[in-house]
């Protein structure tokens, strides 16, 4: 094989470096904040350390901060400070005294279910089962009468709490105090029922600055021939994200290392966005900055979202046409990293947004639960000690010679095209998830 003679090796060493300084001396980059900046200002300087060009897309948008979020339990004359009670992005602020009343456990969005009981005035338990993404369902709320809830991240059926929120398009239709709860801890206050609660939320909305890093690699033969190669560079709200997404900025470093060595005949534009965990705000925004000119140059995007975890399965979901996927089946094959490849439409991660303009793209990820769920997602857990330099530096080095045989070939093996089937379910969510178009200076 060809690429078995030239130097793509990733190196260990590399990966450990920008892990620590991304996790370990920066730290938290929760978007907005000077972490997500210095992140961004790192991965810009080691960009142009391989020789890259680089810019900054800064961008305004719509943040969220919680200052104070409690929970108390008002139950035979007796108040009891909930455990464990975490923030809701972009939830309402309560009134100075909080909310208080009944609680009331909504096992689903079914109409009877909302008719069949009086809401009013009580405070909903949910358990995962509700989506407020979706415009009926937000109504439902609202409509209720409920004077807030308390939201359980099913995804994570754990002790601990992980932060859940919205995007800040949802808050049109859902508007109302909300905290998260952990899994567990829900279960032990449905088994207060009856009993009152009352919320406390204290918080700051408002408009806020972050950026995407582009380092860009010009193609020597088709320079307008682009390959996006990208990755998130913000966490969630109190932890380091090694795993989501601090190695995926290690993957498109590294990348970005080996291919500007390397000439490609294609242009490869290797992007670290913002404000991913708010639904790719900031890929959505570099997007729309683009005249659509541009976007059409953009044939394929190859974006890395938590996928060093310790244990768990290399997953790539594949949206684009039947020959897109061929061609990653049969290269996966050729190499030595297994990787599941799933024929799928997935928006919780950037390539989204360049789906909606029909590029085709490959999402590699590493999953670790059952329904391809990570386990450490969004907690505590998700630090340095979870996540596999060496499983990095591999499945880096993997994509690293399918890319590297994409920009060195004088065809591509497919076109720049997403099957019809797959086009309708992106446009659905795009309309559906991302309300797109969407101007977040609206917000
Ligand atoms: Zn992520």
Redesign the pocket.
Known sequence: MLWDMLPLRVQTRNVMRHLDVLCSQIGMRYSGTQGEREGAEYIASQMRRYGLQVKFHEFEFLNWLPCNVEATLLKGGKEKRIQGIGEFVFSQATPPGGVEGELVFLESDHDAHFRSRRLRGKIGLVIGAIDVSKRETAIKFMESGLKGVIYVDNRIPFPWKAPIGMAPQWRDDFYMPVVSAPYLKAIELEKEIPARVRLNIDCWTGMNYSQNVIGEIRGSHYPEEIIVVSS?LDSVLGNVGAD??ASGCVFVLELARLMARLKPKRTIRFICYGV??KLSVGAYLYMRSLERSETRRIILCLNA??IASRVGGNIAYITGAPELHDYFREQFDQGEVPVETRDEVNPY?DHFPLNICGVPSVWATRANMLGSYYWALHSQHDNLNNVSPKILAQISASYAKILHDLVSRNSLPFARKIASKQMRKVKEIAQEVYRHPWNPKQA
């Open positions: 998130h989501d997404n991913e965990e979202d938590s991660s």
